[in-house]
């Protein structure tokens, strides 16, 4: 009995980390320049997260809620260009990635984290947001609400 129990928790611990591999799996572009490029040949808005991914738990909470979400992932494959403006304290980024990353803060007027803006590809802004709870599929609805 043991034996089958040591079985059947080492394949929920599978299944489970697959699940959370598969819906974490969004393409998140750091270069803005091909996030415009990709925007402009698939005609898809950019949704922007200016996040501090390893200080500010709210950027962290809606990663884990929303943008880790299965529902979120295969929204954002067919109807987004995911692009993060990343702050950390902690993780190493090149210094270009850096200096376009304020260059946008300071271009949007970004007031806190996080900030989620939905561009166009010539870098029109059409909404902004930030956290939401409810998870992927509530963040969806709202992200279609915000694109009509």
Not at 38 to 58: M, R, T, Y
Not at 60 to 86: G, P
Not at 133 to 147: E, F, Q, R, T
Request: charged residues 25%; proline residues 3%.
């Amino acid at each position: 009995m043991k034996l089958k129990n040591t079985a059947l928790s080492i394949a929920l611990l599978l299944s489970a980390g697959a699940s959370s591999v598969l819906a974490g799996d969004a393409n998140w572009l750091t270069d803005f320049e091909q996030a415009k490029k990709v925007a402009a040949e698939k005609n898809l808005p950019i949704l922007v997260d200016f996040s501090g991914s390893d200080w500010c738990g709210w950027c962290i909470k809606l990663d884990n809620e929303v943008f880790s979400t299965r529902e979120f992932a295969e929204y954002a494959e067919k109807n987004l260009v995911l692009f993060l403006a990343d702050f950390p304290n902690q993780k190493a980024q090149p210094e270009s990635v850096k200096k376009q990353n304020q260059a946008l803060s300071e271009k949007y007027e970004v007031k806190g984290f996080p900030t989620v803006l939905i561009l166009d590809a010539s870098e029109k802004e059409l909404n902004r947001t930030g956290y939401k709870s409810g998870g992927g599929a509530a963040y969806v609805k709202h992200l279609n609400d915000l694109i009509k």
